[in-house]
């Protein structure tokens, strides 16, 4: 059974910078694609970065530049470093795992942690 648990969020001013994380307890044996999502009130849920098993990795066009995703794969946590944070980019972050046969394949999520809210003030 996977287990994701994110934290960091917080309030921060327009400009400012966060570093969400995300303790996954998963199966050592396999493989996994992680990806971090976001809700903001009122809209749906939206894609924000992933990254492969083997390091490959892709943003939201609105994030590109801004957020980076990386993982300590010793300690099999997630991180997604965000800079110059926007007040739209205020929303519910939530990080997500899929199983995966291929080391750069990236499969829907199917496991999802229960999210650390980011509130960006102007």
């Known amino acids: 059974q996977v287990q994701l648990v994110e934290s960091g969020g917080g309030s921060v001013q327009a400009g400012g910078s966060l570093r969400l994380s995300c303790a996954a307890s998963?199966?050592?044996?396999?493989?996994?694609?992680m990806r971090w999502y976001r809700q903001a009130a009122g809209k749906q849920r939206e894609w924000v970065s992933f990254?492969?098993?083997?390091?490959?990795?892709g943003y939201e066009d609105s994030v590109l530049g801004r957020f980076t995703i990386s993982k300590h794969n010793a300690v099999n946590i997630l991180y997604l470093q965000m800079n110059s944070l926007k007040p739209e980019d205020t929303a519910m972050y939530y990080c997500?795992?899929?199983?995966?046969?291929?080391?750069?394949?990236?499969?829907?999520?199917?496991?999802w942690g229960q999210g650390t809210q980011v509130t960006v003030s102007s």
């Open positions: 997500a795992a899929a199983e995966t046969s291929f080391p750069s394949v990236c499969p829907p999520a199917t496991y």
């Open positions: 998963i199966d050592s044996n396999k493989m996994y694609c």
């Open positions: 990254i492969t098993n083997n390091g490959g990795t």
